[in-house]
C-alpha cells in the first residue's frame, strides 16, 4: 500500500523544519517506515540546486527562471527519494513541496499562474499531498524569530526581501487555505512548540489515522 505524503509549508521563522522533524519521529514511533526530507533539496542533485538557489544567484534570471529550477529540484527529489519511498509504504514528511512554488514564485513573484500549474502538473503528476499543515505566524514575528535563529549568519536569497514580501506570502498560504480545505490544515504556530506539536498530531491522527498503519517491516533491521 502506498505510504502518506506530507507537506509543512508557511513563511519563513513560522517553525517548518522543528515541527516536520517532531511530527517524523512520532509517526516513527508507530513503526511506520519514514522518510523526513525538505525542498528545495532532498536529495544529492536538488541539494546542489539548493544550494544555487539559496546563495542568490539565479535571482538576477527573474522569478521565471527560479520557479523553473526549483521545479528541476522538485522532479529529482521525487524520481529519485519521494516516489521509491511511497511505493515502498513510507511515509513521508517533507518540509515545503510545490506549494512553496505557487506561493514564493507565483503569489509575491507574479510569474504567471497558468505556468505554475503546468509545471506542477508535469512535474508533480498524481504524487500530490495527501495532507498539507500550513504554519501561520504574522509576517513580522516570523522575520524576527528567523533573524534569532540566523544570529550573526547572512540572509539568503528570500529572508533578505522586504516585510511587504512576507507579508505577500502570509497572505497567499492563508488564501491557499481557504481554497483547499480538504488537503490544506492552518496551524496557528504562535503558541508554544508544544501546543503546536500537539495541533498538528491531532489533524494528523484525524485526518491520516497513523495507529492503523501497516509497519513497514523492512525499517527493523538489527
Ligand atoms: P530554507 O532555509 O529551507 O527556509 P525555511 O526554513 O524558511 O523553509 O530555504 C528555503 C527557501 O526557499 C525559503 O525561503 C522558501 C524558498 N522556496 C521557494 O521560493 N520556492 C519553492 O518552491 C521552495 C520549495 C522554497
Known amino acids: 500500500m502506498r505510504g502518506r505524503f506530507i507537506t509543512f509549508e508557511g513563511g519563513e521563522g513560522t517553525g517548518k523544519s522543528t515541527h516536520a522533524s517532531l511530527l ?47 521545479a528541476a529540484a522538485r522532479d529529482d527529489h521525487l524520481t529519485t527519494m519521494i516516489r521509491p519511498a511511497l511505493e515502498r509504504g513510507k511515509w513521508v514528511v517533507c518540509d515545503r513541496f510545490a506549494d512553496s512554488t505557487r506561493i514564493y514564485q507565483g503569489v509575491a513573484g507574479k510569474v504567471d499562474p497558468l505556468a505554475i500549474k503546468a509545471m506542477e502538473r508535469i512535474i508533480v503528476g498524481d504524487t500530490k499531498p495527501d495532507l498539507t499543515l500550513i504554519l501561520d505566524v504574522p509576517a513580522k514575528e516570523g522575520m524576527k524569530r528567523a533573524a ?13 526581501e522586504a516585510l511587504s514580501f512576507h507579508e505577500k506570502l502570509r497572505d497567499g498560504f492563508l488564501t491557499l487555505a481557504a481554497n483547499e480545505p480538504d488537503r490544506c490544515v492552518l496551524i496557528d504556530a504562535t503558541s508554544s512548540k ?16 497513523p495507529a492503523s498503519a501497516p509497519i513497514a517491516f523492512e525499517d527493523f533491521k538489527v
Open 194 to 209: 508544544e501546543q503546536v506539536a500537539e495541533q498538528i498530531w491531532r489533524v494528523v491522527s484525524k485526518k491520516l489515522d
Open 148 to 160: 534569532e535563529r540566523r544570529g550573526s549568519g547572512s540572509t539568503d536569497r528570500f529572508e533578505g
Open 24 to 70: 517524523a519521529q512520532r509517526i516513527k514511533s508507530f513503526g511506520i517506515g519514514t522518510l523526513l526530507t525538505r525542498e528545495p533539496g532532498g536529495s544529492p542533485g536538488a541539494e546542489v540546486m539548493r544550494y544555487v538557489l539559496l546563495s542568490g544567484a539565479v535571482r538576477p534570471l527573474g522569478a521565471e527562471a527560479e520557479a523553473v529550477v526549483f
